[in-house]
């Protein structure tokens, strides 16, 4: 008679019971505004950062132009969906290549409906044919890819392929939006790149610099700690669980498309969630208000950092006192 590991049993049938938890609280966005909770599944990406809910709604990039203490509301509220005067919305070949990204390593469907690559006519948009044919595709809703970027997307799919450790992080639900009503009244969106069904999260980032101090730089100067700490509160909200482990997946577009997956310590996670909870409030205050201000260090002193002070205290050819 063959041994059982009963371990492993119980482990495949946690794994399994968490699996059909989680898909209860799955539901396909039916194209009418969002009204209560839930993990929101076939919700386009432009609706996502649109009027998709009920009452005014802010996700993850919005909160990390507000947050304190670097953030400005105004700048924020001048690409707002919620302003009838915002600027005009331009599409970016970086924003683009990482997006193509994303569907082809996540496996999400529909490349071709959502993406189409430069003709050979025109090799950059210098000129206006080319110009006008690119507004025209962002008019139908497609997503224009220069001709190099596929090699780019090929070159990074097939470098990760075989790292099992990267691959398997982006194993579960690709891109379904987690959508609650936060205790301020306004709806608040977050959109992982998958959801697990255990409770490590991870997310996909193409990056010039792949290196440990380019991927130090890059968390704190896009606020990527930020990010997860708002998947991991929607999660718990929505999903009732704790996300325990936090990770991004840093890759490099350029050949030979080296790559670095770096887990975020959890102290970076509670003063993500900190930030995320200071914009909010002042989301909620400035929508209530209707003034949006400006940098928060406005009108305060500048003043000389402990750093910058030890500098000129070390230098041996500055004086101690002034002449």
Same mark, same amino acid.
């Given at each position: 008679?063959?041994?059982?590991?009963?371990? +492993?049993?119980?482990?495949?049938?946690?794994?399994?019971?968490?699996?059909?938890?989680?898909?209860?609280? *799955?539901?396909?966005?039916?194209?009418?505004?969002?009204?209560?909770?839930?993990?929101?599944?076939?919700?386009?990406?432009?609706?996502?950062? $649109?009027?998709? =809910?009920?009452?005014?709604?802010?996700?993850?990039?919005?909160?990390?132009?507000?947050?304190? %203490?670097?953030? =400005?509301?105004?700048?924020?509220?001048?690409? $707002?969906?919620?302003?009838?005067?915002?600027? %005009?919305?331009?599409? !970016?070949?970086?924003? #683009?290549?990482?997006? +193509?990204?994303?569907?082809?390593?996540?496996?999400?469907?529909?490349?071709? @409906? !959502?993406?189409?690559?430069?003709?050979? @006519?025109?090799?950059?948009? !210098?000129?206006?044919?080319?110009?006008?044919?690119?507004?025209?595709?962002?008019?139908?809703?497609?997503? *224009?890819?220069?001709?190099?970027?596929?090699?780019?997307?090929?070159?990074?799919?097939?470098?990760?392929?075989?790292?099992?450790?990267?691959?398997?992080? /982006?194993?579960?639900?690709?891109?379904?939006?987690?959508?609650?009503?936060?205790?301020?009244?306004?709806?608040?969106?977050?959109?992982?790149?998958? &959801?697990?069904?255990? #409770?490590?999260?991870?997310? /996909?980032? #193409?990056?010039?610099?792949?290196? @440990?101090?380019? =991927?130090?730089?890059? &968390?704190?100067?896009?606020?990527?700690?930020?990010?997860? +700490?708002?998947?991991?509160?929607?999660?718990?909200? *929505?999903?009732?669980?704790?996300? #325990?482990?936090?990770?991004? /997946?840093?890759?490099?577009?350029?050949?030979?498309?080296?790559?670095?997956?770096?887990?975020?310590?959890?102290?970076? &996670?509670?003063?993500?969630?900190?930030?995320?909870? +200071?914009? /909010?409030?002042?989301?909620?205050? =400035?929508?209530?208000?209707?003034?949006?201000?400006?940098?928060?260090?406005?009108?305060?002193?500048?003043?000389?950092?402990?750093?910058?002070?030890?500098?000129?205290?070390?230098?041996?050819?500055?004086?101690?006192?002034?002449?």
């Amino acid at each position: 008679m063959t041994d059982l590991d009963t371990d +492993a049993m119980q482990s495949i049938g946690a794994l399994g019971a968490k699996m059909v938890r989680r898909q209860s609280f *799955v539901r396909i966005w039916d194209g009418k505004p969002i009204d209560k909770p839930g993990v929101i599944s076939g919700l386009p990406i432009d609706a996502y950062h $649109s009027d998709c =809910c009920s009452g005014p709604s802010i996700s993850s990039s919005g909160l990390r132009e507000i947050a304190p %203490p670097d953030g =400005c509301p105004l700048k924020y509220w001048d690409n $707002s969906y919620l302003n009838p005067d915002r600027a %005009p919305l331009v599409q !970016k070949d970086h924003f #683009t290549l990482g997006q +193509a990204v994303h569907t082809l390593l996540l496996g999400e469907d529909g490349f071709r @409906e !959502k993406f189409v690559v430069l003709p050979e @006519e025109f090799p950059d948009y !210098k000129t206006k044919a080319a110009r006008d044919w690119r507004d025209e595709q962002i008019k139908q809703g497609k997503m *224009v890819l220069r001709r190099d970027a596929i090699e780019q997307i090929e070159g990074m799919a097939n470098r990760v392929a075989n790292d099992r450790t990267f691959v398997d992080h /982006l194993r579960g639900d690709i891109e379904r939006s987690i959508i609650y009503q936060d205790r301020t009244g306004v709806w608040v969106k977050a959109r992982p790149d998958s &959801i697990p069904a255990d #409770t490590v999260i991870a997310d /996909l980032k #193409t990056t010039a610099d792949a290196s @440990e101090r380019g =991927c130090l730089n890059a &968390i704190k100067k896009f606020g990527y700690y930020m990010q997860m +700490a708002l998947i991991s509160t929607a999660i718990h909200e *929505v999903m009732g669980y704790q996300v #325990t482990d936090h990770v991004l /997946l840093f890759i490099e577009p350029k050949r030979p498309h080296a790559y670095n997956i770096k887990p975020l310590d959890n102290q970076y &996670i509670w003063y993500g969630k900190r930030q995320n909870r +200071a914009a /909010l409030n002042i989301f909620a205050e =400035c929508l209530q208000s209707g003034f949006w201000p400006t940098y928060y260090g406005s009108g305060l002193s500048a003043a000389p950092s402990d750093f910058f002070e030890k500098q000129i205290d070390n230098e041996p050819s500055i004086p101690a006192e002034a002449a």
